[in-house]
C-alpha cells in the first residue's frame, strides 16, 4: 500500500482560540516495518516535538498489542492459547475494539476480510520465499484453519473464547488505520484541529492546513510506483486508503496470483487492480481496502456504499490506466 502525499507550502495564520502562531511540524519514524509520518499545525517547535515523542510512544504501545511478529506481543499470546481448552481469556480494551470492528468487517465483506487468515499469510510469504508454488492439499490444510466465527467474543466480559482448533491472527488489513486513527483522536484531543497521519499509506486527516480547502493526496498509477494518477484527492476530516496488487505475486500455470488472499478460497486473487477507498474513519479504510481487492467489482461497490464511503478502483488494461468509482468519490477530486 501507498501514497504519496503532494507537499503544499503553508503560510502561518491566527488560530480562532489563540493569539499564537501555527507552524507546519512534520515528523517521520520507522513503525511496523515502514514510515509512520505525523503533520500537524502548532504554535513552537518545543511543545510540537514533545507530542510527536507522545504519539509515537503510543504507536508503540498499541504494535506490542497487534503484531504478530513480536512473540511477546498480546495478539501472539492470545494465538498461541488457541486448542488449549483454557476457556473465556481476558483481553485488553484495545484488542478488545479491534476484534469487534474486525467481527463487522468480517460480517459485512461476506468473509472476504478475515483476521484469522494467519495460517494462509505464513503459507503463502513463505512460499513466495521459496518461489515455490504450495500443493492444493497444503493450501486445504491452512484454510481449514480459518473462520472468525470460530471465536467467541463477550464484549461485556472483555473476553474471547478460542476454537478448539490452532488460530492464527493477522490483523495486517486493519491495524495500521486503526492505530492511525487513534493517534489523530489524541491530537484533536490535544486541541490539535489541523493535522494528517500518514501510517505507510493509510491516511487520517483531521481540518485542512490553515488558509487551504484540504490536504492533498496523490494516488500511485497501477503498476508503477514512481508515478501518480493526473487528478489528486482534496481532504479534510476523511481517511484513505490504496491497495495494490501489482507488486507482489506468484505465477503458476500461466496466472498471477496476489499476495492478496481470498480466506474463502485460500488462493490470492489473480487480478491485478490498486483499490483506493475514501471513508470517514482509518479503519472503515482500511478493511474497506483489502476487502475491496477480494470482491467482485459490483460486490465492492455494493459494500462501500453501504459503509457509506467512496471507492475507486485503477486497473491496467493494454498499457493503458482505467479507472472505475462510485459517484461519491467524484467530490473529492482536486
Known amino acids: 500500500m501507498l501514497l504519496r502525499i503532494i507537499s503544499t507550502a503553508v503560510f502561518s495564520l491566527l488560530m480562532l482560540k489563540s493569539s499564537a502562531q501555527q507552524h507546519r511540524f512534520s515528523f517521520t519514524e520507522q513503525k511496523m516495518g515502514a514510515p509512520f509520518t505525523i503533520v500537524f499545525y502548532a504554535a513552537d517547535s518545543v511543545s510540537a516535538n514533545q507530542l510527536a515523542r507522545q504519539c509515537y510512544r503510543k504507536v508503540d504501545s498499541f504494535v ?13 499470546r492470545l494465538s498461541a492459547a488457541a486448542g488449549k481448552g483454557l476457556g473465556p481469556i481476558p483481553v485488553s480494551q484495545a484488542l ?31 512460499a513466495r520465499k521459496l518461489k515455490q508454488f504450495p500443493t492444493a492439499a497444503s493450501v486445504e490444510a491452512a484454510r481449514q484453519l480459518v473462520g472468525f466465527n470460530k471465536l467467541r467474543i463477550d464484549s461485556a466480559g472483555k473476553t474471547v473464547l478460542l476454537p478448539d ?23 484533536t484531543g490535544q486541541e490539535v484541529t489541523n493535522a494528517l497521519i500518514n501510517a505507510s499509506g493509510d ?25 501518480l494518477l493526473a487528478k489528486k484527492l482534496l481532504l479534510h476530516h476523511k481517511a484513505v486508503t490504496t491497495s495494490g496488487n501489482f507488486y507482489q505475486y506468484m505465477e503458476h500455470g500461466g496466472k498471477k496470483y496476489s499476495h492478496i488472499i481470498d480466506p474463502r478460497t485460500g488462493y490470492g486473487v489473480t487480478f491485478q487492480r490498486n483499490i483506493s477507498v475514501i471513508a470517514n474513519d482509518g479503519v472503515t479504510a482500511d ?48
Not at 64 to 76: G, T
Request: hydrophobic letters at 45%; a positive charge; proline letters at 6%.
Open 64 to 76: 506490542l498489542i497487534f503484531s504478530d511478529y513480536v512473540d511477546s506481543s498480546e495478539l501472539c
Open 96 to 126: 478488545l475494539d479491534i476484534l469487534l470492528l474486525s467481527k463487522t468487517a468480517f460480517e459485512k465483506s461476506g468473509g472476504a476480510f478475515d483476521i484469522t487468515i494467519g495460517p494462509l499469510s505464513r503459507l503463502w510469504r513463505a
Open 165 to 187: 482448533s490452532p488460530v492464527q491472527f493477522d490483523l495486517g488489513g486493519i491495524a495500521q488505520g486503526y492505530i492511525a486513527q487513534k493517534i489523530m483522536d489524541y491530537l
Open 203 to 227: 491516511i487520517v486527516t483531521s481540518g485542512p492546513p490553515p488558509g487551504l480547502p484540504g490536504w492533498t493526496v496523490g494516488v500511485n498509477v497501477p503498476e508503477n510506483e514512481a508515478a
Open 287 to 334: 478493511w474497506l481496502a483489502t476487502a475491496c481487492s477480494i470482491l467482485p467489482l459490483q460486490k465492492a461497490k455494493k459494500l462501500v456504499r453501504q459503509m457509506h464511503a467512496a471507492l475507486l478502483i485503477s486497473e491496467v488494461k493494454r498499457g493503458k490506466v482505467v479507472a472505475k468509482a462510485t459517484k461519491a468519490f467524484a467530490d473529492y477530486w482536486k
